[in-house]
Nanobody
Framework: QVQLVESGGGLVQAGSSLVLSCAASGRTFSSSAMGWFRQAPGKEREFVAAISWSGSGTEYSGSVADRFAISRDNAKKTSYLQMNRLKPEDTAVYYC????????????????WGQGTQVTVSS
């Protein structure tokens, strides 16, 4: 079993930066890929970024690839999402998740999910 807790969300102005953290507990963390998804009101949950279990591989959605960066610290059992040059359209609840796949981008490939953290970007 894996338990995930996101933190770091908040209200920021457009153009600013924010770092989200995902603290994990469980014996499978070091061998699991970590992903970030987001869901805006009235919209479906969408893929944001993923990182392989070793950190050697990363994947980003086209809308955030030049602004966001995913990383992980297996010793701390924590994944991070560095968000730069935030835009109002980035406003959403952000979720982290774990997967036994190498570098998954589909929500169906993830087994464990956090409760989410709200990110609101004002204009």
């Amino acid at each position: 079993q894996v338990q995930l807790v996101e933190s770091g969300g908040g209200l920021v102005q457009a153009g600013s930066s924010l770092v989200l953290s995902c603290a994990a507990s469980g014996r499978t963390f070091s061998s699991s890929a970590m992903g970030w998804f987001r869901q805006a009101p009235g919209k479906e949950r969408e893929f944001v970024a993923a990182i392989s279990w070793s950190g050697s591989g990363t994947e980003y959605s086209g809308s955030v690839a030049d602004r966001f960066a995913i990383s992980r610290d297996n010793a701390k059992k924590t994944s991070y999402l560095q968000m730069n040059r935030l835009k109002p359209e980035d406003t959403a609840v952000y979720y982290c998740a774990t997967s036994r796949k190498f570098l998954p981008s589909s929500q169906d490939e993830y087994e464990y999910w956090g409760q989410g953290t709200q990110v609101t970007v004002s204009s």
